[in-house]
């Protein structure tokens, strides 16, 4: 395949992608990446807000799908080191990287005492069951090819598919940054967090496993996934699936 993306450009897209996510967290208003405020106490015209803000990413993720295959022709699929099934930044964004950050965390907690680090390994930990338990119902329900072996991404099997979209890898990584930025908000924890949810979900196109709108749709599920977990944690609207209070571990599930 004549790709544009080599070893050298691939090193200058990365870079270029961890720019931009520091230009996105610098520019964009912190207000406008929480839920609306219609998850937490009515408010005039909230309805209206979510509405456009759900139109303008739906709209988004169709404009990404009409060109898949596009997308899919600029990379060079020939170089399959990166992201690899036993590399680093496939573990990351399976339940290696889970294990890695819910039991670092947990683990900094305790050594740390901090009850923040203790609530944010629940938390993450929360939001990837559930955004699994997402994922894999998509999966199954939309039933998209993947790239390979039919090379088309308008191809669905509903209920019978092999399970293209969304990406799990990438809606797993990002729903694991979106907690912890949300417990931790300074900049360079966003930028390392969501750099690297970034780094995992090109990977998945670059090993041809994903068309990009299974990674775009994947980022954005893991983001709304790990962003309203950690709202629930803390408004309380939901008990935990897994509490702790530093020192016992319960799973329970109460609602009220």
């Known amino acids: 395949m004549d790709g544009i993306i080599n070893p050298v450009h691939r090193r200058q897209f990365l870079v270029q992608a961890w720019l931009l996510a520091v230009l996105l967290i610098v520019t964009v208003p912190r207000s406008s990446l929480a839920l609306p405020p219609s998850l937490s106490s009515p408010r005039s015209g909230s309805h209206v807000s979510t509405v456009l803000v759900a139109g303008s990413v739906l709209g988004g993720l169709a404009l990404v799908h009409v060109f898949d295959s596009d997308i899919r022709g600029r990379i060079d699929h020939e170089q399959r080191n990166f992201g690899r099934r036993d590399s680093f930044i496939y573990a990351a964004g399976g339940i290696e990287g889970l294990g890695v950050v819910a039991g670092g965390f947990y683990l ?26 997402l994922t894999q119902g998509l999966k199954g329900l939309v039933g998209r090819s993947r790239p390979l072996p039919r090379e088309d991404p308008h191809f669905f099997q509903v209920f019978s598919g092999p399970g293209s979209f969304p990406s799990g890898h990438t809606s797993t990584a990002f729903s694991m ?43 954005v599920l893991g983001i709304l996934v790990g962003k309203t977990v950690s709202r629930w944690e803390r408004q309380r609207r939901m008990s935990r699936f897994l509490y702790t209070d530093g020192r016992r571990l319960w799973i329970t599930q109460r609602w009220g």
Do not use: K
């Open 108 to 133: 900094g907690g305790l050594l740390g005492r901090s009850e923040e680090a203790r609530q944010t390994s629940v938390t993450v930990a929360e939001a990837a069951l559930i955004n699994a338990l």
């Open 177 to 219: 940054a979106a907690v912890v930025t949300d417990h931790y908000p300074a900049w360079w924890v966003q930028v390392v967090s969501y750099g690297m949810a970034g780094t995992v979900g090109f990977s998945r196109m670059a090993q041809d496993a994903h068309w990009a709108s299974d990674v775009a749709s994947g980022a």
